[in-house]
């Protein structure tokens, strides 16, 4: 059995990596707030060499070096990918076991949502998270 293991609501796509992500992070940026249709984005950063995704994926830039990618039968958003850096985000609640999900930090905190309180205490970014 795989580590990380998920798929779409439909279950026409399906996807599984072995390895450990290289971080688990909260992103609240308006691109991820569009893209993923709440007000934040909770996803496991990995190596896309480490990612095995079978299934009918589409997918579009929602930034120059961003591809969202979700499932063409039902629409479901199950990860990001930046092919300039090698990495894949996947969406936690795709997870078949979403509580595998262990956040380590916030970022773009400035455009969280008023209503959101962070009482985690995770680190909590306004921008970028440092390099």
Not at 23 to 42: D, P, S, T, W
Not at 100 to 106: R, T, V
């Amino acid at each position: 059995m795989a580590k990380y293991q998920g798929g779409c609501l439909c279950g026409a796509v399906r996807y599984r990596a072995e390895a450990e992500p290289i971080n688990e992070r909260v992103c609240h940026c308006r691109l991820c707030q569009k893209a993923i249709g709440a007000a934040f984005n909770a996803r496991l950063l990995f190596s896309i060499d480490d990612v095995t995704i079978q299934g009918p994926v589409a997918t579009i830039n929602s930034s120059p070096d961003l591809k969202r990618g979700f499932c063409s039968v039902c629409g479901t958003t199950m990860f990001s990918r930046r092919d300039s850096r090698g990495i894949l985000g996947i969406t936690s609640g795709s997870l078949d076991d979403p509580s595998a999900f262990k956040p380590d930090m916030h970022f773009w905190t400035a455009s969280k949502q008023p209503w959101l309180q962070l009482d985690d205490g995770l680190p909590q970014y306004e921008g970028a998270p440092p390099a």
